[in-house]
């Protein structure tokens, strides 16, 4: 009988990675792409797709079922792109249904940090978990929100923004246009400006004015961090208290087993989530008190993507 | 042939108000006793379920199905009310298990403003919706989440409490015993803290300085607000504006259709309503601008709890 696999994708700024992915989170096959800077998506998904059905050709004995995709601003119910600012197609672009086109089976798209909740939830650390949150900590900062088992997707579809919940108003310009923005002080880009902002005001000694501000990064301020640098551990204290805030805002409305924390700042292990547990046991409400664990992602981060989209994929055919 | 009905029971501090509702939302009968006080709960349970049977066989051709409770700190999973600080039962009282052993039929509880969420789903004007919310704006803040048609109760069955969230790291001290939170200001007695502050800063006229402060409740700041009194405004606008960043912080969240409001500082109408759309829309994410109502409750208040309970015991019936 031939392995029934399905293919997950995951759609980058810059590149594109996809894999074959049987029905118990092994990676079979995976390959990369850049991601077509033309505005045209027809020409990209001609490509990808000949891609995958070139990588299903030499893979003995598999049987496509469906193909699951993570994409920034990836729409659930739509299955569509929606004016993704890293993106070279404009507008609303019906992805999964023009994908379909191209494969002859079911694609089901969504955004990547969505994808990365069912990942968790299929291949990861929340099997057993009705309720849990994801937050990925990357460049920008994700979400995934799952509710009774089910991934909340919204009205609109576009659920789990949490890295736009306002945590200081007037606070640091956001991408988005606001201020304050969760993800402008937790993630990799917002815990670089903290600690640059730090080195600005405060007089204090540290290992980071040995470099060039301009290249500063936040795997930098792990490391002179863990070297016992003040500055740099009060930087991840600061980080990890408004992730905390944020952190104990999310358990008052969906009241979740667990918050697990996915992407490259997680890297930086104690550093972040010992300060983390702290300040989260200190603004927790009473009630929520030790209900909830704070873990890290269970799913490595290079596979993360596309386990992601292939649990998206494997979760709807069944 | 008989017509179907259940009884909607509403636990508050003072008093306990039940009903018999048939399945169209239509009220036969209600009734109210005072919440008692003794700390046995089994002396009220066996009061109260004394008064809904003589209610029942009061009246002709009724057929009891089950029983909808709201109470404070009710927990839908287990069927408990849990510490709750207005009532004299001490510790976890198995209160639904209780009342099912006296009236020999279903009977599921939650929070009251959970009962309102189903309420509003069943009878109001979230039928036809999958996503929205609902926050009670009484002496606190309730809220009930719904998402993809179904309540959010969480791992712990006390998802749900939107007015714990903190607005205000550091802000107004809250009888949950941390700082800031959302109920502290956006609450019946939030609007009243906020007019005596202001009244203490300010040096601007106010017709609420003819009234002692001690006697200043929400209705008079709507009152001297609807005569055009400037202070009241700024209350009223204040109060708009931390609702509304809470509300759009919700929305990040779980995408909602809509968001109604029930309780008493609705009455205010349009002076908390229009500032609040106002700032909505200033402080809305922009992939959500247009994409959700901020509307009053379809159900009158002085139903609402009853109605609650009761659409919380018809859809656990499907």
């Known amino acids: 009988m031939k392995k029934e696999v399905v293919a997950g994708i995951d759609i980058g700024g810059t590149n594109t990675i996809f894999g074959l992915v049987d029905r118990s989170g092994n990676i079979l096959v995976r390959n990369k792409i850049t991601t077509d800077q033309s505005p045209d998506p027809g020409i990209f998904i001609k490509k990808l797709s000949d891609e995958i059905k070139e990588m299903l050709s030499r893979e003995a004995d598999v049987n496509l079922k469906g193909v699951g995709i993570g994409a920034p601003n990836g729409n659930y119910h739509k299955g569509t792109i929606e004016l993704a600012p890293n993106l070279a197609w404009k507008g609303i672009v019906p992805f999964a249904g023009l994908m379909e086109k191209e494969m002859g089976k079911p694609v089901v798209l969504t955004n990547d940090a969505t994808a990365a909740a069912v990942g968790e939830m299929l291949f990861g650390a929340a099997r057993d978990m009705k309720d849990f949150i994801i937050l990925t900590l990357g460049t920008g900062l994700g979400s995934g929100f799952v509710v009774n088992g089910e991934v909340v997707y919204g009205h609109t579809g576009f659920a789990g923004e949490y890295g736009h919940v306002i945590m200081l108003p007037g606070g640091r310009e956001c991408g988005c246009g606001r201020k304050g923005c969760l993800e402008t002080y937790v993630s990799a880009t917002g815990i670089v400006r903290t600690a640059k902002i730090f080195l600005e005001e405060r007089k204090q000694a540290s290992l980071l004015r040995e470099i060039n501000p301009a290249h500063i990064d936040s795997k930098m301020i792990a490391e002179t961090a863990s070297e016992g640098d003040e500055l740099s551990l009060d930087v991840f204290d ?8 944020a952190i104990v805002n999310a358990v008052v409305v969906t ?11 997680v890297k930086a292990g104690k550093l972040l989530l010992d ?28 596979n993360g993507a596309v386990l992601g989209a292939a649990a998206l994929a494997w979760k709807e055919l069944k």
């Open 238 to 245: 600061y980080t990890a208290e408004i992730l905390a805030l």
């Open 275 to 302: 300060p983390l547990q702290k300040h989260a046991e200190a603004l927790v409400q009473p009630v929520f008190r030790d209900s909830f664990k704070i873990l890290p992602s269970a799913i490595p981060e290079t």
């Open 255 to 265: 009241s979740p087993e667990a918050i697990f924390l996915f992407g490259g700042l």
